[in-house]
């Protein structure tokens, strides 16, 4: 490789997730100082050359970048050792702790985990905070989707093969339809219908729902994005999560966005990945595990490309 | 402490045999069936079922079923079943009623241990193949509907510890909410089916120290009290003294008598093995006269043998 080469592959080694570790090894071994000085000319963003000429490091940023990017890994890690219990109950207080933005991490734990996982958690949750998840969501949640939120993560749904019945199906997706449009997420019915439905009843709802209405359930409720994204997990999880890889894995994606790809993988490599990268290539005509190569680097990207894997 | 009395020596098989005999022939036997199960625990009875299956390939329950009549069969089905599948059949029973029957729902999520909470809705599950919340939530609406929900959907945390800050601004927001009759208040709900009881019993303490008046007797004022308010108070009732509240249901139950025994047979069977002494104790105190003698008075016949029988009536 030529020098540019190299300083290329060093520029790129972070600017994706996570670090090439062995590009900066490499740099170590073989650079002599006008080298490394070559690098700092092509990193002004990290270097910028002051009014002397002097291309002093922007220290803090530089930091923070690396830091940023080296623990990526140490997070995908922690987050894979982790019961998975543990893992739901402390990934739900960060999400009722930070808020509106987060809340769809709550929605993903409530809707797409078992009734006896989703169990689990409330049991680690006792364990970890000395409280309950009810308890801790609805005092901190405000605003419109407490009571959704707080019956979402309180449900204990039967999860047995008895027969669906079709008319109590068409019951509740019409007492959807007739819901308010402006008052959609305090609606009690709607409330009603997915927090305490069986996933099969609602399955059969949201199928009585397009045969009865020529428009789906989630285009319905785009008025209420929650609602959406709740509607999402129940019945097809596996779109849900194709999306949320999809916008955490675009360029200059936001750091908050880009944390749902660890979470993501982490939670389903063992659950349906196989259904995600089969959604994922089928709308994005693109292999998941193409997009983590081409995205991520170093020990972070063989790590997930490990977990995606399991998915075969 | 319970009043059930066991014997100290235990055979299932003898037991099985002796029920099949008390079943034999024209109608049935129900003094031997009463001293039977009238004396065993619910370990016992589970070993009986299934001593009784294995001999005779028959379900016991089933065979009472048909044997019995009445009250007393219904107090017989009821006592037999295990007890977290027996308050499903109650939970079930009370929500089908024209008029659903909140207190028994809210006896089950405020009396029971959180754990024991589990394992009746894993029972319901299993019988009923839809979940208890399911059933709650379709057959009630409006501010009973948030309330009982919350109730049954509720997994508290089981410690002992006080947040004494916190149980002096809830009592405050409860004694808020009750001045302005505001009862059905999002924060009354969030706070009387998320807390754990431990913090409750803090927060009435609390409420009862600053306002001179204990939080039930200010929320049933002077008007007649809507069924909301009612069943605010029993879940209160039930959370802070489950044994006055059981006594209470009981004198009401016999009074009762004659009309719907429901009450009086759910309370002593499901109570039997549990507290029905210290209930008695208080039924006694309140009303002077025992619940053996009230309930001696009251009904007759099998299903009163069988009564005294869970009380502890010696043999």
């Given amino acids: 490789m030529t020098l540019n080469d190299e300083i290329q592959a060093l520029t790129k080694a972070f600017t994706g997730l996570g670090v090439d570790e ?22 002004p963003d990290f270097f910028p050359e002051d009014e002397r000429h002097f291309e002093r490091c922007d220290l803090e940023k530089y930091i923070k970048r690396l830091e940023q990017e080296f623990m990526r890994f140490k997070e995908v890690i922690v987050l894979w050792t982790l019961h998975p219990w543990e893992r739901d109950a402390r990934m739900a207080k960060e999400a009722i702790e930070n808020g509106p933005e987060a809340y769809a991490v709550l929605v993903e734990i409530a809707c797409s985990r078992s009734s006896e996982e989703l169990l689990g958690a409330r049991k680690a949750y006792h364990s970890l905070f000395d409280q309950s998840i009810e ?3 609805s005092l901190n949640i405000e605003g419109p989707e407490r009571k959704l939120l707080v019956a979402l993560v309180s449900a204990y749904r039967y999860e047995g093969s008895s027969m669906v019945k079709e008319d109590e199906a068409k019951y509740d997706a019409n007492a959807i339809k007739n819901a308010d449009k402006n008052k959609l997420l305090e609606d009690d019915e709607i409330v009603r219908i997915l927090a305490t439905r069986s996933k099969r009843h609602i399955h059969e709802v949201y199928k009585q729902y397009k045969l009865n209405n020529n428009k789906t359930l989630d285009e319905d409720l785009a008025a209420a994005p929650i609602l959406q994204e709740t509607v999402q997990c129940l019945c097809s999880p596996e779109k849900y999560y194709a999306k949320v890889l999809n916008e955490s894995l675009k360029d200059g994606a936001d750091e908050k966005i880009r944390k749902a790809l660890n979470r993501v993988i982490v939670t389903r490599a063992d659950a349906d990945m196989k259904n995600i990268i089969d959604e994922f290539q089928t709308k994005y005509r693109v292999a998941l595990s193409e997009k983590i190569k081409n995205t991520a680097r170093g020990s972070y990207k063989d790590f997930l490309l490990n977990l995606v894997a399991r998915g075969n | 402490m319970a009043t059930l009395i066991t014997p100290s020596h235990f055979s299932a098989i003898e037991d099985a045999e ?27 009875r589970k070993q009986i079922r299934e001593a009784y299956e294995n001999v005779f390939q028959e379900d016991v329950v089933k065979r009472l079923e048909s044997e019995l009549s009445g009250d007393f069969e219904k107090a017989v089905y009821r006592w037999i079943l295990d007890p977290a599948d027996r308050d499903a059949v109650l939970a079930n029973v009370a929500i089908r009623k024209s008029e659903c029957d909140f207190k028994v729902l809210i006896e089950l999520s405020c009396v029971l241990s959180p754990e024991e909470l589990l394992a009746v809705k894993r029972a319901y599950q299993n019988r009923y193949k839809r979940s208890l919340e399911e059933d709650v939530a379709s057959h009630t609406a409006g501010d009973l509907r948030k309330l009982l929900v919350a109730l049954v959907s509720a997994y508290r945390y089981n410690g002992e510890e006080i947040n004494a800050r916190l149980a002096n601004s809830e009592a405050d927001i409860l004694h808020e909410a009750i001045k302005d009759k505001a009862y059905n208040s999002d924060e009354v709900i969030r706070i009387l089916t998320t807390r754990s009881k431990a913090q409750l019993n803090a927060t009435f303490n609390r409420y009862r120290e600053d306002h001179k008046l204990s939080i039930t007797k200010n929320l049933l004022g002077e008007s007649a009290a809507s069924d909301f308010q009612k069943a605010l108070h029993t879940t209160i009732r039930c959370i802070s003294d489950p044994h006055k509240y059981y006594a209470k249901v009981l004198r009401d139950g016999i009074k009762r008598i004659g009309t719907d025994e429901d009450d009086l047979t759910r309370v002593i069977v499901t109570r039997a093995e549990k507290d029905l002494k210290d209930i008695k104790d208080i039924y006694y105190k309140k009303n002077s006269v025992s619940l053996d ?4 008075k009251e009904i007759s016949g099998d299903y009163k043998a069988f009564l005294l029988a869970l009380l502890g009536k010696q043999d």
Avoid: C, H
């Avoid at chain 1, 090894?25 to 092509?42: D, L």
């Fill in chain 1, 22 to 43: 062995i590009s900066f090894v490499t740099m170590g071994r073989k650079w002599k100082p006008e080298e490394r000085q070559s690098f700092r000319k092509a990193n």
């Fill in chain 2, 293 to 296: 003698d009230a309930v001696a």
């Fill in chain 2, 18 to 44: 002796a029920l099949q005999k008390a079943f034999k022939g024209w109608g049935t036997d129900e003094k031997a069936v009463i001293r039977i199960l009238g004396y065993r625990n619910a370990v016992q």
């Fill in chain 1, 135 to 137: 308890e801790d969501a």
